[in-house]
């Protein structure tokens, strides 16, 4: 890396040229450079690796329930801030904009629902938990517009930026906007480690340290399941545990999340990146490594503050290299979870799997848009007649891809409680009040359209032309 360090000083200048970044955006795009360049990676012994305790992840069954008294719930919702990572956009899902406007349910967006569920809080128990979200540059005007038809709401809004870094040209190793790319596309949001310094830059973090506000709960804005959860804030607050991280039992849809260690005495994440190549197996096997980080993060604020004052916060750095338009670029990325081996008495707490709803793709949204789930009060919540504690595998051709291709494919939506898994290739469409159960899996074949017809039920059928109905 002796070349490398050389590249620093160049690097350095031309930074100091970008009058786009702020002074703290500078030194920390710097910091993080200067630690990728110095290949500073914390090297992992797999022989020191130990499985972390009932102390250290707590099983949620064994965390005491909050009394019925509603003095204690509005004590605890007094110090909590709620923050939602919203610097995604849907273009994966073939939507312009922030991925937290697509709808979900009946109408509501991922942004609506969390507004709700804020809303019923604050009214039920006459609180003020402010709603934070964290944007990128690429979804920051837009939220700003969104947000506006909440004025009304009993919830305030708050709205910060991330960073905004420059991509680093990998042959030469300059900013790509001191090349004259000063398109978006020359810049990058650095990954979701950067809530900490972004939150305290943004002067939001001394504010609601100011309002008695004592622990944030970070979460994706496309996790349905991230809802508050007051018997994991009485934990924390009765333990002073200044981080919390929610981990749910792996699947075999799971096996790459990153899970918790004990490792010298500290908790910490471990990615599969982090792992040696004779030891991913094992990492992916749900037998040592059990559970997964479900992104669910509850953190004190005081130490947030402290921690990224005294740059403490050294989080394992995921080097995401690219080509855009044809030049090779460099990104480099944090994530928050990584940050937990950074704060006092941190744990990690074992939660049902109804805390994670990721929606990731169009067949998420079959799911949660399907007699699986109901809403009530902004919460999707599982339907009871589901004996099966996994969801339905469900697995959509890339005619489905887009969220508009994917919502004139259905008249509506199918019943799907008593499905086990659903495979759908090639142009296909379905009716109304089609009813699924078992195994089904349906394929059209190439250059032709396969309409299942209204109220179909399909058990155990592998359906391959009209003449399988």
Same mark, same amino acid.
């Given at each position: /890396?002796?070349? +490398?360090? @050389? ?6 200048? +031309?930074?100091?040229?970008?009058? @786009? /970044? ?21 090297? #992992? ?10 102390? *250290? %992840? ?9 009394? @019925? ?10 110090? &909590? ?20 406007? *697509? ?14 569920? #804020? ?80 939150? /305290? ?26 809802? $508050? ?15 919390? /991280?929610? $981990? ?20 910490? &994440? ?7 190549? @004779? ?11 059990? #559970? ?10 005081? +130490? ?22 044809? %030049? ?11 940050? #937990? ?24 949204? &079959? ?39 994917? &919502? ?7 019943? *799907? ?16 009040? !089609? ?6 899996? !349906? ?12 109220? +179909? ?5 592998? *359906? ?6």
């Amino acid at each position: /890396m002796a070349a +490398a360090t @050389e590249k620093l000083p160049q690097l350095k200048s +031309a930074v100091d040229g970008l009058t @786009e /970044m702020s002074v703290n955006e500078k030194s920390g795009f710097i910091n993080l450079v200067s630690r990728y360049l110095s290949g500073e990676a914390q090297h #992992i012994e797999w022989s020191k690796i130990q499985t972390p305790t009932d102390e *250290i %992840v707590v099983p949620y069954d064994k965390m005491a329930n909050v009394s @019925e008294d509603a003095s204690e719930t509005k004590y605890l919702l007094d110090k &909590l801030v709620v923050l939602k990572l919203n610097g995604g956009l849907g273009t994966t899902m073939g939507c312009t904009g922030p991925k937290s406007v *697509i709808e979900v349910r009946d109408g509501l967006t991922f942004l609506d629902l969390i507004v709700i569920q #804020i809303e019923n809080l604050n009214n039920k128990y006459g609180c003020k938990v402010p709603l934070v979200l964290m944007n990128s540059f690429n979804t920051h005007d837009d939220t700003q517009k969104i947000v506006e038809k909440y004025t009304n709401s009993n919830v305030d809004i708050h709205t910060f930026n991330q960073s905004k870094y420059p991509r680093v040209v990998a042959d030469e190793f300059v900013p790509w906007p001191s090349k004259g790319k000063t398109d978006k596309d020359g810049w990058y949001p650095p990954g979701h480690g950067d809530v900490f310094p972004s939150l /305290m830059n943004s002067g939001k973090l001394d504010a609601f340290l100011s309002q008695g506000k004592e622990y944030v709960f970070v979460a994706n804005s496309d996790n349905l399941g991230a809802i $508050v959860d007051l018997k994991i804030l009485k934990h924390l607050i009765q333990n002073k545990n200044e981080y919390c /991280m929610e $981990v749910t039992p792996k699947t075999l849809a799971d096996v790459k999340g990153g899970t918790l260690i004990s490792y010298e005495g500290k908790v910490q &994440l471990l990615e599969i990146a982090q792992v040696p190549d @004779e030891h991913v197996n094992e990492f992916k096997s749900i037998e040592k490594f059990k #559970i997964f980080n479900t992104n669910n993060l509850w953190v004190n604020l005081k +130490a947030i503050k402290k921690l990224v004052e005294a740059d403490a916060l050294k989080m394992e750095i995921i080097p995401n290299p690219k080509e855009v338009d044809g %030049v090779k670029v460099l990104q480099l990325e944090t994530a928050a979870g990584a940050a #937990i081996r950074f704060f006092d008495n941190a744990i990690g707490v074992n939660v049902p799997r109804s805390r994670f709803l990721p929606v990731k793709a169009t067949s998420d949204l &079959l799911l949660v848009q399907s007699d699986l789930y109901t809403l009530v009060d902004g919460f999707v919540t599982r339907n009871k007649a589901r004996t099966n504690p996994t969801n339905p595998a469900i697995e959509l051709g890339p005619e489905f891809k887009k969220v508009a291709s994917f &919502l004139s494919r259905f008249k509506s939506i199918p019943s *799907i409680v008593e499905l086990d898994s659903l495979k759908v290739s090639g142009d296909v469409s379905f009716g109304s009040s !089609v009813v699924l159960k078992g195994k089904v899996s !349906v394929k059209a074949n190439s250059g032709t359209k396969l309409e299942i017809p209204d109220n +179909a039920a399909l058990e155990n059928k592998d *359906i391959n032309g009209p003449k399988d109905l």
